[in-house]
């Protein structure tokens, strides 16, 4: 079994571990595996919440692959979704403690 089939088996387990992704993207490289590699980097730096590293290594993959394959559409996604981020919902509004001590007023006289 070689390093990528044990890091494959990880992922494929559902571990979001950096370390994992990051061995994806190594080995892959070292098989010149460049899209693979890129998107694991991509993804890799995603976690490390670098979207500038991340959006880089996404369209490298994104050049080396078909245009009209699986992994460019899910590529494509990537990039959309680290470009146009989910809004983040407003905060709710909070209501004071009714235990809380109120402030004493003062007279100015």
Do not use: C, W
């Not at 959006?55 to 899910?74: G, I, Q, T, W």
């Not at 981020?85 to 407003?90: G, R, T």
């Amino acid at each position: 079994m070689t390093a990528l089939d044990l890091y494959k088996k990880a992922a494929a387990a559902g571990s979001k571990d950096e370390q994992i992704t990051y061995g994806l993207a190594t080995a892959y490289g070292k098989l010149n595996n460049e899209a693979e590699s890129h998107y694991y980097f991509g993804s890799y730096f995603k976690m490390k919440k670098k979207k500038d590293s991340a959006l880089f290594h996404y369209r490298a993959a994104l050049s080396k692959v078909p245009p009209d394959s699986d992994r460019a559409r899910e590529i494509r996604q990537e990039i959309e979704t680290l470009q146009n981020p989910p809004a983040k919902p407003a905060p709710a509004a909070t209501q004071p403690d009714p235990r809380a001590p109120r402030p004493t007023r003062r007279s100015p006289y």
